[in-house]
């Protein structure tokens, strides 16, 4: 099975929580965050998640590993000129979501033909995201393993 790659952006508890599911269904996972502090956060977080999985006898011990091994943590937006889905989930702000948005895209993230998803109060504007991007919660409502990547 052809191993689809997607970068999660932010990794605050939406940004690690959406990568433990998408590494669960299989897939390969970029977790991009501005701080090597935040990507430590998130690791741990999702490693404390992962540990009372396992006590509860949701996963096993190496189903979790293979999970956890499936997420790379960087602060290099590189990971973004490759990835077939690129989930943003940086900080409720306006005006840092298109900055981000913005400099993704100058430093040749986003390439046509993949596809894009951003995480926001459905109350905030979207004006300036790209005309691609679609609202998170239609991607987060489905099953991963139905997410359209
Ligand atoms: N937490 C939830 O339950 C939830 C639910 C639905 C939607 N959302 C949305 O998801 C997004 C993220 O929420 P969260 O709860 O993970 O937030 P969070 O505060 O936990 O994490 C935010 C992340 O953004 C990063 N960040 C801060 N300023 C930045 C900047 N200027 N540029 C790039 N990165 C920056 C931080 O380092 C952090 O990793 C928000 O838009 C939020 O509304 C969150």
Known sequence: MEQKHIVLAGAGMMGASLSQVYAQAGYQVSLWNGSESGLERA????????????KEGMVTAEQSEELQKRITYTTSKVCMED??????????????????????????G??????Y??????????????SRAVHGP???ESPPSAAPV
């Open 138 to 140: 239609a991607l987060a």
């Open 83 to 108: 990835c077939d889905l690129m989930v943003e989930a940086i900080i409720e702000n306006m005006d840092a979501k298109h900055k981000f948005w913005e400099d993704a895209s100058r430093s040749g």
């Open 43 to 54: 690791k741990n977080l999702i490693a404390l998640n992962q540990e009372t999985l396992r």
């Open 117 to 130: 998803q951003w995480t926001a109060n459905p109350r905030s504007s979207q004006v300036g995201l790209p």
């Open 110 to 115: 986003c390439p046509a033909g993949h596809q």
